[in-house]
């Protein structure tokens, strides 16, 4: 289970959120949640029993979701072309 390396961010951030400095737009929020959520998952596969680290993946998921919301009311086109890009069942 390995952290985003500072280059994994900055990319998902140019293209998620439009450039490397925009960190707080939604979309590249939701792309950089996605990115650690699906690093956990894997993690969780090989180790069941973590409960701390299933815990903390319950927390990302919530929070994504959560910004999927707000994005869905504000941006709905942003929305559904964020869902498609980065292949969620939503």
Do not use: P, W
Not at 21 to 46: D, F, P
Not at 60 to 79: A, C, M, S
């Amino acid at each position: 289970m390995a952290q985003l390396t500072k280059e994994q961010k900055v990319k998902l951030f140019k293209e998620y959120g439009g450039s490397e400095a925009n960190t707080g737009s939604a979309k590249a929020q939701v792309a950089m949640l996605t990115e650690r959520i699906n690093s956990i998952t894997e993690h969780l596969k090989t180790r069941s029993k973590d409960y701390s680290t299933t815990r903390a993946l319950v927390k990302l998921v919530g929070q994504r979701k959560r910004l999927l919301n707000y994005l869905q009311k504000t941006d709905l086109e942003g929305y559904r072309d964020l869902v498609k890009r980065l292949d969620l069942r939503k």
